[in-house]
């Protein structure tokens, strides 16, 4: 596209973001003409439809649409027919008097002397808007129209889709994203008035904070006894020195006591690393009311029936949308948010956010996340700290000591954070519910949730790699930034009910989020659609009904591994009674093996070993060129019934994002950007290769693996090529022969010495 066409096409869409349609529709109008370019003219074109629109010129509106139900592209001439049904009904009398707005939300920053956006606040019981979209990597699916780059729209609203696009996207929506650059939102009423819902048990929640806390404690204690006995036995080698006999003592009751008080002042020590690390500040409550009045309505009210004082508000300077919440007691509680989710949020989408952090409040699970949160911020630092002295160590045999240290932190920060995360899972269902009763907007969580999700890719994809700030804060965010990836960046190529198909009916998904910090986002929404269904309300989302059709032998070989612990015990038990028998008969005499008991820990490694190997064949299968599939992504997302075992051969092109340096030397942060979307990648690394994965960070390559579809989709790498013909081997295979072997081994040498 000739440069002052282009410029001519941005310049009539900001004009219509600003409001400007007589000159949209001056800008627009050659483009909608020329016969040169489709694209361009079909993106006028639907400009102008809106331009014409919001003017009041109905006819030209709809005379522009009849010429869009004669294109070529049948998806738009669907867009262009639901366009024209609507704009003939907005002539009758009744219609011409309602102003609809539709709102863009950008995902990037408006350029520094552009206007200032105004997002319509409304009370809690005004009609929201009927319809609302927002971009999502457009400036990738139509580089001529940044569309990506406008901070907001306005847009005459389209209805709601009646009938799928066959094999396309799904629903018009999507037809709409993939030629417009938008998403969709059905903006689902809220409702009126409703009847609370029934009291869930907190039980549960309750034991599984109490059971985080000991299980906290459990670990620091293991770890303070290794390190205390690492440095007296250092100590002891040394010579002219003495063990420290302190490092001799028990240090469970001083720990204990440690972390009781902790919990206590965990709000003003978090206030000063939050502040210190990343730049908190105090955020008044009237600037909170100049994005979301709702929001100040819900945490006035809320606390005054509860009798609480008002939690103090504080703001992190980041442009991915979170929120969290620390403090020991409800009268010194903190709510942090983002400059980002008050930017890419709307006004009931933001109450609805704040109202699951008074849910934490509530329901008392903040305090122990507080103390977690307490205990990993440093942790992490460090980890970032050492991380970055090998940076700057330029000698490899200096440098492997700090890569050594630096990621024995990474794996103490891990074991930390994964003491919470059956917590950090289950507390977000309770907050969920608390946010939707409060508010009586469940469909407006719904949108805060995808959003959050959208924001959070988009800083990824911005920034290329994973931010310090999304690492360390992500257990206490309502969403986790690795299930973003995929979710936020998918949403051109396919319906969101598509992709969380999965979450909601596959029958085996729970057990893929064993390791998740946070629980399916399908399985979230559907309970929100539930209580939207409750009150008789539309819902946000639609999902099927039935359950997807999975094999049990599949799932069985998925998990055949850690099915062969409990038939290690079995074995180990039919081990045990041979034995008691050959002594009771006289045949054999072992009495000093199966008196040991210690041969029960070798059966259980045989059994791993065992059932690693007979899952090994059908995990990585080998990679053909006549099975690979290519620009596959969109299909592999939409499938609800596979398994991570199904190991589908891929081979896609793409930008691989991640950390640089010794920070990523266990390659935790690699993600692959490719034109559908943002997938994470799993490497290992293979001694003695001279390419690194870290040299092609920031590079376009051809990723060829396995993909896996589970809670967080990925892809299992078999080769990482560049253009230039640079190949990174990455050996999942051998590993795993190399893992059961080992495990094999040593399970023999428990079972024979005893």
Not at 278 to 294: I, M
Not at 330 to 336: G, L, S
């Amino acid at each position: 596209m000739p440069s002052h066409a282009k410029s001519s096409l941005e310049a009539g869409l900001v004009a219509l973001k600003q409001g400007n349609y007589q000159t949209a529709i001056a800008q627009l109008e050659p483009i909608a003409s020329s016969q040169n370019h489709a694209t361009a003219s079909l993106q006028a074109q639907v400009g102008l439809v809106m331009a014409y629109a919001r003017c009041g010129e109905v006819p030209k509106a709809i005379a522009i649409s009849q010429n869009l139900i004669e294109s070529n592209n049948p998806q738009v001439q669907e867009w262009a027919t639901r366009a024209l049904e609507h704009l003939t009904k907005r002539k009758k009398p009744d219609q011409e008097s309602k102003n609809v707005e539709t709102g863009f939300v950008a995902f990037e920053n408006s350029p520094p002397d552009s206007p200032p956006v105004t997002t319509p606040i409304t009370s809690t019981l005004e009609e929201k808007p009927e319809d609302q979209v927002i971009e999502a990597k457009s400036d990738e699916t139509l580089p001529m129209v940044p569309l990506g780059r406008l901070k907001a729209t306005v847009a005459t609203p389209l209805p709601p889709p009646a009938t799928p696009l066959n094999g396309f996207m799904g629903s018009v929506t999507r037809t709409q994203a993939k030629l417009f650059g938008v998403i969709y939102w059905r903006q689902a009423q809220r409702a009126r008035a409703w009847q609370p819902l029934r009291k869930p048990k907190l039980i549960p929640l309750r034991l599984l904070s109490a059971g985080t806390f000991i299980a906290l404690f459990w670990v620091m204690r293991e770890i303070l006894k290794l390190a205390m006995g690492f440095i007296n036995l250092t100590l002891v080698k040394l010579p002219y020195v003495e063990p420290l006999q302190l490092l001799y003592h028990d240090p469970t009751q001083l720990l204990l006591l440690v972390l009781v008080i902790l919990i206590g002042v965990s709000p003003w020590l978090l206030d000063l690393l939050l502040a210190n690390l990343y730049g908190q500040r105090e955020f008044p409550k009237d600037v909170l009311n100049a994005h979301s009045r709702e929001a100040v309505r819900v945490l006035q009210r809320c606390c005054q029936q509860r009798h609480w004082p008002l939690p103090k508000l504080r703001i992190l300077p980041m442009a991915a949308p979170i929120i969290l919440t620390y403090g020991s007691l409800p009268r010194n509680a903190r709510i942090v948010v983002s400059q980002g989710l008050l930017e890419q949020l709307a006004d009931d989408e933001i109450a609805t956010i704040y109202a699951t952090q008074l849910g934490h409040i509530a329901h008392w699970d903040f305090a122990v996340m507080s103390l977690l949160l307490l205990v990993t911020l440093p942790t992490h630092k460090l980890y970032q700290q050492v991380s970055a002295l090998g940076d700057k160590i330029s000698g490899k045999i200096w440098r492997w000591p700090v890569t050594i240290l630096a990621s024995l932190i990474y794996g103490v920060w891990c074991l930390l954070t994964g003491t919470a995360l059956w917590l950090s899972r289950l507390r977000l269902y309770y907050s969920d519910r608390v946010a939707a009763e409060i508010t009586g907007n469940p469909n407006a969580l719904i949108r805060a949730l995808l959003k959050i999700a959208i924001g959070i890719a988009a800083d990824i994809e911005k920034q290329e790699y994973t931010s310090w700030q999304l690492e360390s804060l992500n257990l206490l965010t309502p969403v986790s930034h690795q299930q973003s990836l995929s979710l936020g960046t998918i949403a051109s190529n396919l319906s969101f009910e598509s992709f969380l198909k999965w979450d909601t009916a596959n029958p085996y998904r729970q057990w893929f989020t064993i390791n998740n910090s946070h629980p399916l986002m399908g399985d979230r929404i559907e309970r929100l659609c539930q209580i939207a269904r409750h009150w008789h309300l539309d819902t946000e989302l639609h999902f099927p009904s039935e359950p997807s059709k999975v094999k049990r032998q599949s799932f069985l070989l998925q998990i055949a591994p850690w099915l062969g612990i409990p038939l290690g015990i079995v074995f180990a038990a039919l081990v045990w009674l041979t034995w008691q028998l050959a002594f009771a008969l006289k045949f054999l005499n072992l009495k000093w093996i199966y008196e040991d008991w210690s041969f029960i820990t070798g059966c259980l490694l045989i059994g791993f070993s065992i059932g690693t190997v007979m899952r090994i064949n059908s995990f990585f299968p080998d990679i053909k060129p006549a099975t690979v599939q290519t620009d596959c992504l969109p299909n592999l997302l939409a499938d609800p019934c596979a398994l991570p075992i199904d190991s589908i051969s891929v081979r896609i092109v793409g930008k691989l994002l991640g950390r640089q340096g010794t920070s990523n030397s266990l390659a935790q942060d690699l993600i692959l950007q490719s034109s559908a979307g943002l997938v994470k990648l799993h490497h290992v690394s293979w001694l003695g290769q001279s390419v690194n994965h870290q040299d092609l960070i920031g590079r376009q390559i051809i990723v060829t693996g396995w993909f896996r579809r589970g809670a967080t989709p990925w892809i299992d790498i078999q080769t990482l090529e560049t253009q230039s013909g640079k190949t990174i081997h990455s050996p999942h295979p051998i590993w795993s022969i190399f893992l059961a072997v080992a495990a094999q081994a040593w399970g023999a040498y428990v079972f024979l010495s005893g």
